[in-house]
């Protein structure tokens, strides 16, 4: 059997899994991939800019440091980790193309455990990736636009323009049936619904694992690792 077939049979079973971490801007943590990953996040972000032939990891252009590579921050560990399967969100912010050519390049000299998923978001290259376990990662427009792209199994979209609900309180009725009606809609189609500038704090999480959101996105990985595990354990 080829790669390809078991890629695409391991999507149905993270469809109905319990709703799992995303660690947003990774990077930014005191302990990149480490600090998410043993804290138990199931999905974890890297912001990528292509540059004299690597990939750097960067929010910006400004902050960009020869250091910070890819391959050193993220694929290196990724390698070596032993627990349990993790997705790697990999956003293309700049020349998409050359991107996920060095992408593809550094992912064949480091090769990522099995059952390993890296997701494409960001800038979108003109051609489809050539490792099986290299997905794309659709928008919300696209899905209710019936728009999506081939070989997507993920889709994700803002929060703002959902709802203007921050976090601080219940959230309103007509709020949590456009999200209920979101979430069902991306796994009606098989596909694992992420949202980006959410609220970040526990009533908030609470309402995203309730409503069936696949992965929460988060800032504080270690606080939302300790809460979904509480929630998993009811």
């Given at each position: 059997?080829?790669?390809?077939p078991w890629f695409y049979l391991l999507f149905p079973?993270?469809?109905?899994?319990?709703?799992?971490?995303?660690?947003?801007?990774?990077?930014?943590?005191d302990r990149p991939f480490e600090g998410a990953a043993?804290?138990?996040?199931?999905?974890?972000?890297?912001?990528?800019?292509?540059?004299?032939?690597?990939?750097?990891?960067?929010?910006?252009?400004?902050?960009?440091?020869?250091?910070?590579?890819?391959?050193?921050?993220?694929?290196?560990?990724?390698?070596?980790?032993?627990?349990?399967?993790?997705?790697?969100?990999?956003?293309?912010?700049?020349?998409?193309?050359?991107?996920?050519?060095?992408?593809?390049?550094?992912?064949?000299?480091?090769?990522?455990?099995?059952?390993?998923?890296?997701?494409?978001?960001?800038?979108?290259?003109?051609?489809?990736?050539?490792?099986?376990?290299?997905?794309?990662?659709?928008?919300?427009?696209?899905?209710?636009?019936?728009?999506?792209?081939?070989?997507?199994?993920?889709?994700?979209?803002?929060?703002?323009?959902?709802?203007?609900?921050?976090?601080?309180?219940?959230?309103?009725?007509?709020?949590?049936?456009?999200?209920?009606?979101?979430?069902?809609?991306?796994?009606?189609?098989?596909?694992?619904?992420?949202?980006?500038?959410?609220?970040?704090?526990?009533?908030?999480?609470?309402?995203?694992?309730?409503?069936?959101?696949?992965?929460?996105?988060?800032?504080?990985?270690?606080?939302l690792a300790e809460f979904l595990k509480e929630k998993?354990?009811?």
């Amino acid at each position: 059997m080829t790669a390809k077939p078991w890629f695409y049979l391991l999507f149905p079973l993270l469809a109905v899994a319990a709703p799992g971490g995303h660690s947003h801007n990774d990077y930014e943590q005191d302990r990149p991939f480490e600090g998410a990953a043993r804290s138990g996040m199931v999905s974890i972000e890297a912001d990528v800019y292509p540059q004299d032939g690597h990939l750097l990891v960067a929010h910006s252009r400004f902050q960009l440091d020869p250091e910070n590579t890819l391959t050193r921050l993220y694929l290196e560990p990724l390698q070596r980790w032993q627990g349990k399967p993790l997705e790697l969100l990999v956003d293309f912010k700049s020349d998409p193309d050359l991107a996920l050519n060095l992408l593809e390049q550094e992912l064949t000299a480091n090769p990522p455990p099995p059952k390993t998923i890296v997701i494409l978001s960001g800038s979108r290259p003109k051609r489809s990736p050539r490792l099986a376990y290299i997905t794309l990662e659709g928008t919300v427009a696209e899905l209710r636009g019936q728009g999506l792209p081939a070989n997507c199994r993920y889709v994700s979209g803002p929060w703002w323009p959902e709802s203007s609900w921050k976090g601080d309180g219940p959230m309103g009725a007509g709020t949590r049936t456009r999200l209920e009606e979101l979430v069902k809609r991306a796994h009606d189609k098989g596909l694992l619904l992420r949202l980006w500038g959410t609220p970040d704090n526990a009533e908030a999480w609470g309402e995203f694992y309730q409503a069936g959101v696949d992965r929460i996105n988060t800032d504080h990985p270690q606080e939302l690792a300790e809460f979904l595990k509480e929630k998993e354990s009811r």
